[in-house]
């Protein structure tokens, strides 16, 4: 059976989250600074009431399960929730499934142990702290197999040494999650671990914050992302055994599932961005005037409109089709190539249609009173992190390619004079027969 439709419950909740969005949370994007920042108690104070009526309304972490203090909606509905929570900054906090957190949280769900998740994903869970996640180096992301973070076993503790470059939100983690070397004399793939670092523990060094592009310019950039990217020396970083997440070697296993989640997640909440720039383009369209009447009457508004719209729709109904893949497997590395889709997709809808929209607004579009430039560079940020384009282009060609054999024969499958040969000899007593009676 095919549905196009969210079930009336369920919508009667996203047309109150849309509502509210609107209303109460999107104006506090150019009101607060950091929403990663547990410690600014006035930020605190304004959205822990918010946070509540969210519970409230059970739309909590509405992705995790009961067990840990979710609905267990899923990933389609929590996708439906993200395409209005995407519009702000500070909306995914107050809802409860913040990436890095989100992602964090659910690598801890799945491979922690009762200690650990005690510890570490209950206030994550509650909002009560945030988190970072230390995988990328300075020398190279893209490939993990080159990383050279080393932990080593001294007695009952693990000792962590080198680089990690862009850990989102180092600054404001109570806890990072650092993927490191533990074995070298095996293949990297099983030759790495994940490790909980707690933030206070001696031998982290920050070495600074990098932001993207001209972040953070002042409060209220609405539309852009406002993090800080650590780069994170660890020296002699001391931890017990047991912040060991999951088994030795498990590290790649565990970096799957954190990040086919996280992908998808970013692509609900860009169609959001995505959707808010292609409404202001509509709106300058049918506003501004020529001297023949408003922009909306010229055709190339029209191919601008026409082009997004169908960008937009077709980016969303790709990720709708992926978070049900995941909720029908419930397994990522079933749904490897329908994930690289979207993530490939990703930036370049969002970046065409925040560009369209640029264009139409002219000088007002290109300069910092309007979200469209950061949207296009949020574009570029999204196509590089979590991997970039190129990689998951590759992963999804060779998940395609995977399902074809090559022919034996001189010619391809498809090749018309041979189909017609094959046609006419399975045919031919039934044609000759034909012939005969005529
Ligand atoms: C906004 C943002 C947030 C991030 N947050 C985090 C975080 O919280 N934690 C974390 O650990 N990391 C984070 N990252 C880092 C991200 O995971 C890496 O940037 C990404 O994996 C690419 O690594 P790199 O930047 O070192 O690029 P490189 O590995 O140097 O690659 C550079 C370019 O080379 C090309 N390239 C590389 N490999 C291939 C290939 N196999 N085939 C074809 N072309 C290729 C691509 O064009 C690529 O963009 C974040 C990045 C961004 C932009």
Redesign the pocket.
């Known amino acids: 059976m095919w549905e196009f439709e969210t079930d009336p419950a369920y919508q009667e909740q996203l047309d109150w989250v849309d509502t509210f969005v609107r209303d109460v949370v999107e104006p506090l994007d150019f009101v607060l600074d950091n929403p990663f920042d547990k410690r600014d108690s006035r930020a605190q104070a304004i959205v822990r009431p918010l946070k509540e009526e969210v519970k409230a309304r059970g739309l909590w972490a509405c992705h995790l399960g009961p067990e840990l203090g979710g609905q267990g909606y899923g990933q389609v509905r929590l996708a439906l929730l993200n395409e209005i929570l995407g519009r702000s900054r500070w909306a995914p906090s107050i809802f409860g499934c913040q990436a890095?957190d989100s992602g964090n949280a659910e690598i801890l769900a799945h491979f922690g142990t009762p200690e650990q998740k005690a510890r570490y994903l209950e206030p994550l869970l509650e909002g009560d702290i945030a988190s970072?996640?230390?995988?990328?180096e300075p020398r190279?992301?893209?490939?993990p197999t080159l990383f050279t973070v080393r932990a080593v076993r001294d007695g009952g503790d693990w000792v962590i040494n080198g680089e990690?470059?862009?850990?989102?939100n180092a600054r404001h983690a109570s806890f990072f999650i650092v993927m490191a070397v533990s074995n070298p004399d095996v293949d990297a793939y099983k030759g790495m671990s994940m490790f909980i670092v707690p933030a206070e523990t001696p031998g982290i060094t920050i070495v600074r914050n990098p932001g993207?592009a001209t972040e953070p310019p002042e409060q209220g950039s609405l539309g852009g992302v406002r993090?800080d990217?650590g780069y994170v020396r660890y020296t002699d970083v001391r931890v017990p055994a047991d912040h060991l997440l999951g088994g030795e070697g498990d590290a790649f296993a565990i970096a799957q599932t954190r990040l086919g989640g996280g992908r998808v997640h970013h692509a609900m909440r860009t169609v959001a961005l995505a959707r808010h720039a292609f409404d202001l383009l509509c709106e300058r369209a049918v506003s501004r005037q020529t001297r023949t009447g408003p922009l909306a009457s010229l055709q190339m508004t029209q191919e601008k409109v026409a082009d997004s719209w169908i960008d937009i729709e077709c980016f969303r109904l790709l990720v709708l089709r992926t978070a049900w893949l995941i909720d029908k497997h419930k397994d990522y590395r079933k749904v490897r190539k329908d994930i690289s889709a979207v993530k490939v997709m990703l930036p370049r809808v969002l970046h065409d249609v925040a560009q369209r929209a640029l264009r139409i607004h002219g000088s007002l579009g290109v300069s910092n009173e309007m979200p469209f430039v950061s949207m296009m560079v949020t574009a570029e940020?999204l196509g590089?992190?979590?991997?970039?384009t190129?990689?998951h282009k590759?992963t999804l060609a060779r998940q395609v390619l995977r399902q074809y054999t090559p022919v034996e024969t001189l010619f391809p499958s498809g090749h018309l004079p041979t189909l017609r040969e094959q046609a006419f000899a399975a045919f031919a007593d039934r044609l000759e027969h034909e012939a005969a009676e005529l």
Not at 132 to 136: A, G, I, K, L, W
Not at 140 to 143: I, L, M
Not at 384 to 388: K, L, S, T, V, W
């Open positions: 890095p970072c996640y230390s995988m990328t190279g992301g893209a490939d990690k470059w862009f850990s989102t993207v993090h990217h940020a590089i992190a979590d991997g970039p190129e990689v590759v």
